[in-house]
């Protein structure tokens, strides 16, 4: 995790300094996958902590983030904070509320993130985090192209997490490779580490030019028709082109060349110039190796995990995959298991039922080496909760149906908005959410985000709240008000006093109530401490239930004490007040802000009935006030008499 910081701090750095940055976070379904034990989100939310903490002062950086508010849905785009002036709190509150749900939409967010940065005049860099490919029809790779021609002060950085086969490496690659960035692959925290020394110095390169040279397979003098063949730049261990035919673009480098033909493979190195080779021919030798897959059941049940025992060569970056018979692409959720995860692998079924594949996937030559045909089979998933419930108030629901990460229960709208209430159902079957507080007709539903699939549905409606509040319609500063309100409250339901024309949802501290389940009607409430047109606010989730209008005056209280006392000495007086629980008597010198205090102790009143009370003088001589101060918010003197101290 430490190496995805520093890594992308090391890119941001060198791009900061003249440039400005927009960084891209992966929130679509696949990032609720799990490396290592963890949901690749946590894993993208903690760097994203770090790494914001430890970004060089004085740059300027965005935040961008695709997939994270509605599923299936290759729209869902949005720049969380604007490109601005480093503010670490921020980025970290936006990449912490982040919750993945929809596609892959790569190519149109580096399209606005370009436009963000105004790259035809200024250039600047992208950071793409990311665990997957395109998935919504676009052409990412060819967007790079375009950008770079037309700045050539424009680069693109790629950190991918989890990205399984050289197909989808080289899908991401290519940003970095056509803008003169870096693509680093990490599948690990370990990996992520030699990542970083990899690119410890990474600075935007001139970008190489390609030339088209063909590739043959050869048996012996015999050319062999219809050979694939996978290219890896020497010093790496993952194609970043497979299953390709015919002539590749390659820039100047060293190349590992494997093919695959008539049940045989070979491969070779090459040295690729401006001007040579003419072509790379590959030796057909060796034999393909085969895998075999054997699932437990040939009829999982969708969503479920499913053992599958495997038999085949075990080489680096060999993995399971899963992929839906007659299709071309993987699944938006990209359920692969690798190899070395053990034997038999466990792997979970798609959402949707129906045909699928089971494909071994060997890294080396990027071939399918072994497969096997299961039928997911569709499951029953309910959900048990009221009808009706009133605004802002609990919904106990009851869930049937699995659990896991990437489940959860969600308030929207019929016409299928998310309204931001929801529940994981990681664990739990049975709870409580939060009912939205307008009005209208939603629907719960269980959702199983990695693939954008809704497993079950129920309607529900939300009728206006019965709460009511009731008070009198004038106060005075310093004594407090009674509050009555009829209804069922919740625990985040609070009452509060404001000036009149005040935005709804503040509020003052010392002059709102939380707690309204457990203190029960009435309560008592401070008005504010400068007499005025003011109004009490029922405040449910930020929206403001019910208003009542209180024409608050200046209260008056009174003090009797004698007009002289010795230095020290304790003196008997008499009150008339409200005696609240910010009340309290006090000296200080005539003309003093009224919430200087000076000698003697002070005397707090809360409690006291009879208006009887005591204070000690102060110890130095001289002519004071003694004042009753109220301090809810802030001390205002109710009443004052002069005393001089002898």
Known sequence: MRAVVVLIVLLLSSAARAQETVIIFDASGSMWGRIDGRTKIEIAREAARTLYG????????????????????????????????????????????????????????????????????????????????????????????????????????????????????????????????????????????????????ARPAQVAAQRRIPLVAMDGPRALDGARFAVTRIGEDTAFLEDVTGDVALAPGRYRVAGIAAGRSGAVEATVTANVPARIV????????????????????????????????????????????????????????????GNPAAMRMPATAGDYELRYLHARTGAVIGTARIAVQPFTARITAPDAVEAGTPVAFTVEGPTGDGLWLEIGTQAGASVGNEVR??????????????????????VDASEGVVLARRPLRVVASSLRMTASATARTGYPMSVAFTGTPTDDDWIGVVAVGTPDGDYVDGHWLRGLVSSGSPVLLQPLPDAGAQELRYVRQREVLQRVAVAVSAGVARVEAPARALRGAEIALRFEGPAAASDYLTFARAGDPPEERMGGSDTYLEGITDGRASINAPAEPGSYELRYVSATSRAVVLARVPVVVE
């Open 425 to 446: 159902m990681t664990e739990p079957r049975s709870g409580e959410m939060t009912a939205p507080t307008a009005i209208g007709e939603y629907e719960l539903r269980y």
């Open 54 to 201: 430890a970004l060089p002062p004085g740059g300027r950086v965005g935040l961008m983030a695709y997939g994270h508010r509605r599923a299936n849905d290759c729209g869902d785009i949005e720049m969380l904070v604007p490109l601005g002036a480093l503010d670490a709190a921020r980025l970290a509150g936006a990449t912490d509320a982040m919750v993945p749900r929809g596609r892959t939409p790569i190519t149109e967010s580096l399209r606005q993130a370009a436009t963000a940065l105004d790259v035809a005049r200024r250039g600047g860099t992208v950071i793409l985090v990311t665990d997957g490919i395109e998935t919504c029809e676009g052409d990412p790779c060819a967007l790079a192209a375009e950008l770079e021609r037309s700045n050539a002060a424009f680069t693109i950085h790629v950190v991918g997490f989890d990205l399984r086969t050289p197909a989808e490496r080289a899908r991401v690659s290519c940003l970095a490779e056509r803008t003169g960035g870096r693509f680093i692959a990490a599948q690990n925290a370990s990996e992520l580490g030699a990542a970083l020394r990899q690119v410890a110095a």
């Open 282 to 341: 590959v030796p057909i030798t060796l034999p393909v190796p085969t895998a075999t897959l054997t699932p437990e059941t040939a009829t999982p049940a969708a969503i479920a995990t499913l053992p599958i025992a495997w038999r085949g060569p075990d080489e680096p970056g060999d993995v399971i995959a899963i992929i839906a018979a007659g299709a071309t692409s993987p699944l938006e959720s990209r359920p692969y298991v690798a190899t070395r995860a």
